[in-house]
């Protein structure tokens, strides 16, 4: 089975070494090349690879950006993507698009046929290809099943129903689950548009629960409110937000 493949990255000498590595590798046809974003983005809709090598940072638009415009693109056939960079700092947001691989520059031969094996599977089963968000969003569901990061020198996929509870620290979130805690670099605003809000609910400017482990609302004796979670964890609810603490306690 012959995969008709694209490779892009803005360094000549870097697809010239890719080339050379993919010759050893008889299901790879390897149908253009190109140096910017605008150029990935015509090939692929011209050429329509299944598999496309792509270098994150290119001129113009980064390796994400043209995911994100190929798939927006009804007219575009979406390949499989494995991204080529020498930073590792993108591998989670790799993974969380439902990327084949991520090469971390200079990558092995071995490496490579790795990522190639991979790609193969992939293109066996057509319903697991191309790049996605996350799983739900195969099914039409706009929001996170899990939540993809590095967490002392792994990379974790974890399940948003895991999630106790996620409190704000400065310039970081610390998630909670019923055994560990994890402090990720996000804001609180971008990780509740991620989040189902029929499972969760932001109850304070730095705190948002999960409802399914929530067991009653306090009021204390000094008029403030705390969500008391099953576990017996308290979470601070400002007055501000206590409306929609109410709305959902009308609902349910």
């Given at each position: 089975m012959m995969i008709h493949t694209a490779l892009a990255d803005d360094e000549v000498l870097a697809r010239q070494k890719l080339r050379q590595f993919l010759r050893d590798e008889p299901e790879i046809d390897i149908v253009g090349e190109c140096a910017t974003a605008t150029e990935t983005i015509e090939l692929v809709r011209s050429a329509r690879p299944e598999l496309l090598f792509l270098d994150v940072r290119?001129?113009?638009?980064d390796g994400f950006d043209v995911v994100s415009t190929l798939a927006a693109s009804k007219d575009i056939y979406m390949p499989s993507i494995i991204f080529t960079t020498a930073h590792d700092q993108y591998a989670v947001r790799a993974f969380e698009i439902n990327a084949v691989d991520y090469l971390l520059k200079p990558f092995t031969c071995e490496r490579l046929r790795s990522a190639v094996h991979r790609a193969l599977e992939?293109?066996?089963a057509p319903e697991a290809r191309g790049p996605q968000r996350n799983e739900s969003s195969r099914n039409g569901d706009p929001y996170s099943t899990r939540i993809v990061f590095k967490s002392r020198g792994r990379i974790l996929f974890l399940p948003v129903s895991d999630i106790r509870w996620i409190g704000a620290e400065e310039n970081y979130v610390r998630i909670r689950t019923e055994t560990e805690t994890h402090l990720l670099?996000?804001?609180?605003?971008?990780?509740e548009q991620r989040l189902n809000p029929e499972m969760f609910l932001r109850v304070h400017r730095a705190s948002i629960v999960n409802l399914q482990f929530v067991k009653e609302v306090r009021s204390e004796t000094n008029?403030?409110?705390?969500?008391?979670?099953v576990d017996g964890q308290k979470v601070p609810m400002s007055r501000s937000y206590r409306s929609r603490v109410?709305?959902?306690?009308?609902?349910?």
């Open positions: 290119m001129p113009g638009m992939r293109t066996k670099r996000e804001t609180m605003a971008r990780l008029g403030d409110f705390t969500v008391a979670l109410s709305e959902w306690l009308v609902r349910s």
